[in-house]
């Protein structure tokens, strides 16, 4: 792109963060029987998965508050995978202590991450909207 402010998905480190955490959602939901993909593992990887696909979904709208929507959708999905479900499949020893551990390192660096792209999301509309 011609701008130089502009910076690209793949650059943004809210997006790569997400994906890590899908990388690592695959690991757990991979050797997962047929019956425990089907019951919690798929919804597990979805709502993780989710993360990243709002982040990219909000980059790509052009009005701001668009984009703000889709990032508490991303906000929502990351609580949604690391709260309940890695929970629950921890609770149900279906992942390691590390890797819950894993998952909640990256939960916690996600989150201020990602909050504080909504908050600067919000700014700059603010700032155009003068």
């Keep these: 792109m011609s701008n130089s402010n502009y910076i690209e998905l ?3 480190e809210v997006y790569q963060l997400a994906r890590e955490l899908s ?3 695959w690991a757990i939901y991979e ?3 047929i019956n425990t993909k089907k019951t919690m593992g798929d919804q597990f990887l ?3 998965d989710s993360i990243g696909a709002n982040i ?3 980059y790509g709208r052009y009005h701001y508050l668009d984009k703000i929507k889709f990032y508490y959708n991303s906000r929502a999905s990351l609580f949604e995978a690391c709260e309940h479900w890695a929970d629950l499949i921890k609770e149900r020893n279906m992942m390691s202590q590390e890797q819950f551990d894993q998952i909640q390192v ?3 660096r996600l989150r201020v991450k990602l909050n ?3 908050s600067t999301t919000y700014k700059t509309y603010k700032e155009n909207k003068k």
């Design 23 to 25: 990388t690592v959602a």
């Design 106 to 108: 990256q939960k916690d």
């Design 56 to 58: 990219v979904e909000g």
């Design 10 to 12: 793949k650059d943004l």
């Design 31 to 33: 050797p997962m029987d």
């Design 116 to 118: 504080n792209f909504i």
């Design 46 to 48: 979805k709502a993780m």
